[in-house]
T-cell receptor, first 114, second 115 residues
Framework: GQQVMQIPQYQHVQEGEDFTTYCNSS?????IQWYKQRPGGHPVFLIQ?????EVKKQKRLTFQFGEAKKNSSLHITATQTTDVGTYFC??????????????FGTGTQLKVEL | EAQVTQNPRYLITVTGKKLTVTCSQN?????MSWYRQDPGLGLRQIYY???????DKGDVPEGYKVSRKEKRNFPLILESPSPNQTSLYFC??????????????FGPGTRLTVL
């Protein structure tokens, strides 16, 4: 079936530094979603990207969908302590689920130190 | 308030004792799903349902059962729990599979320990 990997697994940054997490799928994705999970919380939807090469911004967060629609990235500019959490990407599995099964990436855990 | 609720939030049980984790959503969502979250493995889909009476296996369905008799409810059943099913479980729902309707709303999670 489809595999979705994220790197890095962990990232510690000083407050004010930038942060990037990368998501790579073994298959072409029709769309990709990003979620954030705060420590002790549940995943919360951030954004969905659909078009090849699409770039979307949410304040200090920039999301990109690769031209081949097999990879994506999330970049946070000037991290703050409120950015702490685990960031997941997710894409529909067309190989085994006809697009209805959702495969999540392994996640990147971000820690921000003052 | 629009939400997904799960019960119980915490459960400690013993091997072989059947249990059910309930999930309910009040958003009239068609799509519902169960995930388990384990350290280093991210979120893995157990089962999902496109609508009432329609369920399909996710990536890790072994040892689990689900049912979708009503649109709002999607219980997860462990007929004979084993220690390797100790995990954090999330229920999620979304409007549907059409473009723009795939945002998933997650419940608060159920932490299950099987001794």
């Amino acid at each position: 079936g489809q595999q979705v990997m994220q790197i890095p697994q962990y990232q510690h940054v000083q407050e004010g530094e930038d942060f990037t997490t990368y998501c790579n799928s073994s298959t072409t994705l029709s769309n990709i979603q990003w979620y954030k999970q705060r420590p002790g919380g549940h995943p919360v939807f951030l954004i969905q990207l659909v078009k090849s090469g699409e770039v979307k911004k949410q304040k200090r967060l920039t999301f990109q969908f690769g031209e081949a629609k097999k990879n994506s990235s999330l970049h946070i500019t000037a991290t703050q302590t409120t950015d702490v959490g685990t960031y997941f990407c997710a894409g529909p599995d067309r190989v085994t689920g006809g697009g209805n099964k959702l495969t999540f990436g392994t996640g990147t855990q971000l820690k921000v130190e003052l | 308030e629009a939400q997904v609720t799960q019960n119980p939030r915490y459960l400690i049980t013993v091997t072989g004792k059947k249990l059910t984790v309930t999930c309910s959503q009040n958003m009239n969502h068609e799509y519902m799903s169960w995930y388990r979250q384990d350290p280093g493995l991210g979120l893995r889909q157990i089962y999902y349902s496109m609508n009432v009476e329609v369920t399909d296996k996710g990536d890790v369905p072994e040892g689990y059962k689900v049912s979708r008799k009503e649109k709002r409810n999607f219980p997860l059943i462990l007929e004979s729990p084993s220690p390797n099913q100790t995990s954090l479980y999330f229920c999620a729902s979304s409007l549907g599979r059409n473009r723009g309707r795939r945002e998933q709303f997650f419940g608060p999670g159920t932490r299950l320990t099987v001794l």
